[in-house]
């Protein structure tokens, strides 16, 4: 089991951008797919981006693409989400989830770890 670990929220105004990050100490990523999602206050969770670890393939809502990019580092074990362009709608909490299968989704129900999720508020 991968002990995830967000960090990088804060309070932004729209159009301004943040960093989230995703560490892992201890766990080896290898066929494993990497996503990020957003879960805005009375609502589901939502799928946001997601990264292949093993080929770096990346996958995207059509809410954020264009304007999010996520990456990782693999000496550092870490997934990143860069944000530009905030919106006063991408305000929520963000978390990050591994899918310990070589096939991507888009499904929170197919992530099988989780981290605590890191607050991102943007005011209008």
């Known amino acids: 089991q991968a002990q995830l670990v967000e960090s990088g929220g804060g309070l932004v105004e729209a159009g301004d951008s943040l960093r989230l990050s995703c560490a892992a100490p201890?766990?080896?990523?290898?066929?494993?797919?990497l996503g990020w999602f957003h879960q805005a206050p009375g609502k589901e969770r939502q799928f946001v981006a997601g990264?292949?670890?093993?080929?770096?393939?990346?996958y995207y809502s059509d809410s954020v693409n264009g304007r999010f990019t996520i990456s990782k580092d693999n000496a550092k074990n870490t997934v990143y989400l860069q944000m530009n362009s905030l919106k006063p709608e991408d305000t929520g909490l963000y978390y990050c989830a591994v899918r310990r299968n070589w096939y991507s989704s888009r499904d929170a129900a197919d992530y099988d770890d989780w981290g605590q999720g890191t607050r991102v508020t943007v005011s209008s």
């Open positions: 201890g766990y080896h990523f290898s066929n494993d797919n």
């Open positions: 990264i292949k670890w093993s080929s770096s393939w990346t």
